[in-house]
């Protein structure tokens, strides 16, 4: 990468250390840290969505709707999520697959599931076997980012589910005597207040995404974790022109490193966030920054 | 080939006991929730032992964490700290490649590198420091009456850490704890699919569950076979835990004992 760095045999102590840093490996690794980023930024929203549903559908009134969401917050919070981590990749896959199947090809008279085969038309594919690499890349990503939404997603109602019922019952009751309809006092009482009971919910739900992000490495993902393997594992003169032992620990304690540094980060600035919600809430923390502030 | 043969098959397989070979095709249901059942052997022994021996680094910890030494205090909340705050997934990468150059420097360590004894000590450490963390915080809730009425009784030290302050911190921190419990039963899965190796395809109930879903590319049986294991497993942890809560609270009256509620993920 830089001009110094072209015969690395001559090179010690710090500036081989600088060069072997750079080299165009431990480049795609630093980009890996992005993809973590970018998997984080799309889930998160994502997972509210899909928690914001969840507990919207345990809360209705309409009895099949309230056990479909009460059943997607059990079973999800019921069974260990890498579980589900390896359980929706292929299952979502599958369905996509299917679904495209029965659209594209539906003069295709053979079963699907043959023995242990899950045959599909060429044209129904997911991706298309002449489409380029960084399309079977992106499509991998975002079966991850499906899956981490639907399995965090869980999480969230559950968090969300209790926030809605925090919100004190006199105000959906006046609410009611205002004459608002249901849906009305939903989304114009309860809806805005609930976010301040559900903060520290979500933001323990923050720290823990955080925490499952590496496990991107077992949905398929090229993620940090990939390369802390690859880039570790000893290397002889013959591959490369920085030879080393297995060094994969100090890959890993770095790593360690980075995921304690970012959740410390989190936690101050989302006690900041905190700080300022319960700004005059009728809350204990509120109470006690009352009495702090006279 | 009957149900009862694959069981006495493959009941113990996760153990390295009965047939040794996987099956290969042509896989029945029974050996499915044979195989899958095997592995969950594995969970349990994680579990439990992680479990116990958690249980008592953990109260040293939260004990330690409150101290008014600084260094003890330190130590402790940096054990927190950084089991807390790091992916137990990367902490089981970490440690068994520490675990790896243990063994070529002293080649009496090997056994670290297998998953029975190096995962579980990762999995100890780490069930320590989030029960370290709910013990701490039981010990601060603590009603200062009860430490009064323990004064006033000329109870100090020792005795009047064993017979007030620790079964009121157990009281306090046990629906907490039990969530503990549980997801770190769910912990129990990560092993052997974070760089600890299996031997001879001796592996958890993830682990075969996988292993068939590789193999008949249909997940739609496998993952909810295991699904069905652990929240069978989910409801006798909590069965479990809800007796000793009853014994932990049986002096209170019935109405203001903490129920054990299902709250707050709390998985790694």
């Not at chain 1, 009895?63 to 359980?87: E, N």
């Not at chain 2, 009047?160 to 009121?168: A, K, L, Q, S």
């Not at chain 2, 993952?223 to 652990?230: K, Q, S």
């Amino acid at each position: 990468m830089f001009d110094h760095c072209t015969d690395p045999g001559t090179l010690d102590g710090l500036s081989w250390l600088y060069c072997y840093l750079t080299t165009g490996k431990h480049q795609s690794m630093y980009w890996a840290i992005g993809t973590v980023l970018l998997l984080l930024v799309i889930t998160a929203p994502a997972a509210l969505i899909f928690g914001f549903g969840g507990a919207t559908a345990a809360r209705s009134r309409f009895a099949p709707l309230s056990w479909l969401g009460r059943g997607y917050i059990a079973i999800v919070r019921g069974v260990p999520d890498i579980a589900f981590f390896l359980f929706f990749v292929i299952a979502l896959d599958q369905a996509f697959e299917y679904v495209r199947h029965k659209i594209k090809c539906p003069d295709w008279d053979q079963p699907i599931r043959q023995g242990n085969d899950f045959v599909v038309c060429a044209a129904a594919k997911l991706p298309l076997s002449t489409s380029p690499q960084w399309v079977h890349e992106t499509y991998g990503f975002f079966l991850a980012v499906l899956t981490f939404a639907i399995v965090f997603g869980a999480f969230a109602a559950n968090v969300l589910y209790g926030a809605m019922q925090a919100v004190p019952k006199a105000q959906i009751e006046t609410a009611e005597a205002y004459g608002m309809s249901h849906r009305q006092s939903f989304w114009r009482i309860l809806v805005p207040q609930m976010w301040v009971y559900a903060l520290p919910g979500l933001s323990n739900l923050w720290m823990v995404l955080i925490k499952a992000t590496p496990l991107l490495f077992l949905l398929g993902v090229e993620d940090i974790v990939y390369w802390a393997r690859e880039l570790g594992g000893s290397k002889t003169r013959q591959f490369t022109d920085f030879p080393h032992g297995d060094w994969r620990m100090w890959y890993f304690a770095a790593l360690l490193v980075f995921y304690l540094m970012f959740t410390r980060v989190s936690e101050i600035i989302l006690g900041r966030i905190m700080l300022r919600l319960t700004k005059g809430q009728a809350t204990t923390a509120g109470e006690a920054q009352r009495k702090a502030a006279v | 080939m009957s149900c009862w043969q694959t069981i006495s098959d493959y009941g113990l397989r996760s153990l390295g006991i009965g047939e040794k070979l996987l099956p290969r095709s042509d896989f029945t249901l029974c050996q499915q929730f044979t195989l899958i059942g095997s592995g969950l052997i594995w969970n349990i022994y994680f579990g439990v032992l992680a479990l116990v021996a958690g249980f008592a680094i953990a109260t040293a910890v939260a004990v330690g964490k409150g101290s008014r030494n600084r260094l003890i205090r330190k130590t402790c909340e940096w054990f927190v700290f950084v089991f807390r705050g790091s992916p137990l997934f990367i902490q089981f990468f970490f440690g068994y490649f520490l675990f790896l150059g243990l063994k070529t420097s002293h080649p009496a360590l090997a056994p670290l590198t297998a998953a029975a004894v190096g995962a579980l000590i990762v999995l100890i450490l780490n069930t320590a420091a989030y029960s370290a963390e709910i013990f701490y915080g039981a010990l601060q809730s603590i009603p200062k009456g009860d430490v009064e009425a323990a004064d006033a009784y000329g109870m100090s030290g020792f005795s009047r850490f064993r017979r007030v302050i620790w079964p009121t911190m157990l009281r306090l921190g046990w629906p907490a704890y039990t969530n503990e419990a549980i997801f770190l039963f769910h912990a129990t899965t990560l092993v052997f699919f974070s760089g600890f190796p299996t031997t001879k395809q001796m592996g958890d109930a993830l682990y075969y569950a996988n292993y068939f879903a590789d193999k008949t590319f249909n997940p739609f049986i496998p993952y909810p076979i295991l699904a069905g294991y652990f929240i069978l497993l989910t409801l006798t942890v909590t069965g479990l835990f809800g007796l000793v809560n009853r014994r932990l609270n049986r002096h209170l009256p019935a109405a203001s004992g903490s129920k054990i509620r299902l709250r707050m993920p709390l998985l790694r």
